[in-house]
């Protein structure tokens, strides 16, 4: 899901109303005027950059009103730009001024906010442990660390607490490493070089899933609804040919057949009808602990110790059940987790 894909019924009413965007801003820091041979590059860099990651954080609070300086003419500004000769060393210096201007009247709200400290900023990337800390300040209050997150790499309750969230780039390898000094990614692994990708996940998640919209008295969820021809779901990812997935080793003219379109039209129509209450479920889970240690968080938890105990005299798939449904509304579980024959496979192999 991305917010492209859904309507806003409460949208938010941004405290900045002057028009500056990140594409202006590129343009005023490019002295060299190749922005357009390497737009791509720029905003990559950028969203993955601790001043591309608060600049977009300020416009998804949207909020906190500018910290321009007092008395500054940004009209004047303007004019003043317009009338320079293009890469002169004035239109450079006026576009720069321009450009910290319009930087620095965002993270300074975010500074005193409480959201991010002045020695937090600087011109690198921003990493697990960069993105954590801030967001942690932001949602903390609201979406408490429930604990029992045991990465083998870090101890730091935000990081921790991403991972227990879900917050997309926070992947953890089957050894509990997340690597938190490495950029968001969406795969487990200390990959060094940061992907936009991983960082638009992110705000998607805290704007559809978590309380996203900052009000006067405190945080509350955006109301949204699907967009026409919209599907929250990739039918490519469910469906199967022959009995294997059809993304793994199907031939690519299995799209043109009858039983393709009969598939695709069921599922789209099965998510789409289901959508509010699937949001409604993604964002009740969110707010959940994790499972790590089965041991610990199921076999000697004394909230399941009734439907454990009914199991071990009579190992019926209703008992089987009854643990599940208790750990799935207790937990927000993986999707690895979340079944009934894994939930029995943990009842009767961990001790």
Sequence with gaps: MNVQMVSIANPQVPALKRTYTKTDYFIDMDSGGSYWKLALDTNREFASSKKGFLWNLYDFVAIL?????????????DRRISQAEPYSDEDRELRERRAQLYMNARLQPLIDAGYVR???IDDGIATKQ????VLYRVFGEIRPYHGGIDLKDSDDTAVRWAVEV?????????KGYLYPHTPLSMEPGPFEHPEEYAYERLSNFITLVLPGKKTAN?????????LPGMVPAQARELIYVNGKPYISDSPFDVLATPEYDKANKAIRQYFISRFPQMLEQARKDA????????????IHHPRFAKEISAYRKSKTNKN???VYQAVRQYYNLTIAQDSAANIKSVLDHVK
């Excluded at 405190?218 to 699907?226: A, C, M, P, S």
């Excluded at 707010?287 to 968080?297: E, F, M």
Aim: without cysteine; negative net charge; glycine residues 8%.
């Design 65 to 77: 009103p500018p910290a321009f300086p007092a008395g500054i003419d940004l009209d004047d500004l």
């Design 118 to 120: 002045p020695e937090e």
């Design 130 to 133: 960069f993105v954590a800390t």
């Design 166 to 174: 879900g917050l997309p780039g926070f992947v953890v390898d089957s």
């Design 218 to 226: 405190g945080w509350e969820y955006y109301q949204v609804k699907l």
């Design 287 to 298: 707010l959940k602990p994790r499972v790590w240690d089965w041991s610990r968080d199921l």
């Design 320 to 322: 089987v059940n009854a």
